[in-house]
């Protein structure tokens, strides 16, 4: 898995816009995981919270490092300005469309079980994700 830490690296592949967005809300740490074929995870943390976003390429897609970053990054950034979680990762094959082949159900489905399930646990429910801190 590759990892980045807080320094410039982390802008790399990054819009500007976001690059802007992210240096706006004076990042304390950042964290970047990916396997570089399925997956990215962005942990931004701030004074006032975490926010976390993730990508899942789809079986369909080929992947692309630079997309599913700056979708990850996004996320991130949304959750932290907002201070809320959005976009729900589906847990059951119920919640999926009908028009989505068992191979797609299954990649998210592996994606919350392995990765997920060994960085935030169960907590993690949401590409986009916000845990706020909490004063000690």
């Given at each position: 898995?590759?990892?980045?830490?807080?320094?410039?690296?982390?802008?790399?592949?990054?819009?500007?816009?976001?690059?802007?967005?992210?240096?706006?809300?004076?990042?304390?740490?950042?964290?970047?995981?990916?396997?570089?074929?399925?997956?990215?995870?962005?942990?931004?943390?701030?004074?006032?919270?975490?926010?976390?976003?993730?990508?899942?390429?789809?079986?369909?897609?080929?992947?692309?490092?630079k997309?599913?970053?700056?979708?990850a990054?996004?996320?991130?950034?949304?959750?932290?300005?907002?201070?809320?979680?959005?976009?729900?990762?589906?847990?059951?094959?119920e919640?999926?469309?009908s028009?989505?082949?068992?191979?797609?159900?299954?990649?998210?489905?592996?994606?919350?079980?392995?990765?997920?399930?060994?960085?935030?646990?169960?907590?993690?429910?949401?590409?986009?994700l916000?845990?706020?801190?909490?004063?000690?």
């Open positions: 898995m590759a990892r980045e830490r807080k320094d410039r690296r982390w802008a790399r592949f990054l819009s500007k816009k976001l690059v802007d967005e992210v240096l706006s809300i004076n990042p304390k740490d950042i964290l970047l995981e990916s396997d570089n074929k399925t997956y990215i995870i962005v942990t931004i943390e701030t004074e006032h919270g975490m926010g976390v976003g993730s990508a899942i390429c789809s079986v369909l897609d080929d992947f692309d490092f997309e599913g970053k700056n979708k990054f996004g996320r991130a950034v949304a959750a932290l300005k907002n201070k809320n979680n959005s976009m729900e990762i589906r847990k059951s094959f919640e999926f469309p028009t989505w082949t068992k191979a797609q159900i299954m990649r998210v489905m592996n994606f919350r079980k392995t990765v997920l399930g060994n960085k935030v646990g169960k907590f993690f429910s949401h590409k986009s916000f845990i706020p801190s909490f004063a000690t």
